[in-house]
């Protein structure tokens, strides 16, 4: 069976899960926020915990599976997609945009249920765990990317690292353009033979962090 038609199939299971939990949570659904890869394998899939999209429950878009956000399109590079173009702008200036070009990448999210902020949503535990569940089927049955990029070490890869088990966890400090060493670490380690990084939440990391975490990935992502 090939990519897409194992995603079709996901995308159907998924779907009666959203509808009962988003109704029964009162909380919209956001899965992806880019559009799916199937034609290669996406050299990075950017992870982020759940969706500052603090609305009641919305029907669940099955076309959004497949087109992405149309906001992300429309806005991830300038205001107010501030998690997306703080990122963007740092490979920019470190001369490295491979995984931040269109066909390179997919940006999705952990949990599928939105929230003004992560601890809003995390007194939901069930319906956490079974996205968490669905995620690593997407990741790890599906899609098969060359890395992962964790948009928080705490929330998302400290969490998906307990659950599944990664291994060769490394804490790194990476260096800042003077040379001397950033303020925050990443984490590193195998999922399954996939490179996983956890990186600070690009909305909220200092520019020089980011410019820290863009020169690393510049050196060391395959």
């Known amino acids: 069976m090939n990519k897409q038609k194992q995603y079709d199939q996901w995308v159907r299971k998924v779907i009666p899960f959203l509808e009962k939990t988003g ?20 050299d990075v899939l950017f992870l982020g915990y759940n969706a500052n999209e603090n609305f009641g429950y919305v029907p669940v878009d099955k076309e959004r599976f497949y087109n992405g956000n149309t906001d992300f ?36 999210n952990a949990v599928y249920f939105g929230s003004n902020d992560i601890k809003s949503i995390l007194g939901h535990k069930e319906a956490i765990q079974q996205c968490f569940d669905f995620t690593g089927e997407l990741i790890q049955d599906i899609f098969k990317p060359k890395n992962i990029i964790c948009f928080s070490i705490d929330k998302c890869f400290n969490v998906l690292s307990k659950k599944y088990g990664f291994t060769n966890v490394k804490t790194i400090t990476p260096l800042m353009v003077d040379g001397n060493p950033s303020s925050k670490t990443i984490k590193k380690a195998k999922w399954n033979g996939i490179s996983v990084y956890g990186i600070p939440h690009p909305s909220r990391a200092s520019n020089d962090m980011l410019g820290a975490i863009a020169l690393f990935f510049k050196k060391h992502l395959p």
């Open 23 to 42: 109704k029964d949570l009162n909380r919209c659904c956001s899965v992806m926020q880019s559009k799916p890869l199937f034609e290669k394998q996406a």
């Open 73 to 108: 399109y429309k806005r991830r590079y300038g205001y107010p997609w501030k998690v997306w173009y703080r990122l963007y702008n740092a490979f920019k200036w470190a001369e490295f945009l491979k995984p931040v070009s269109d066909d390179n990448f997919i940006y999705m």
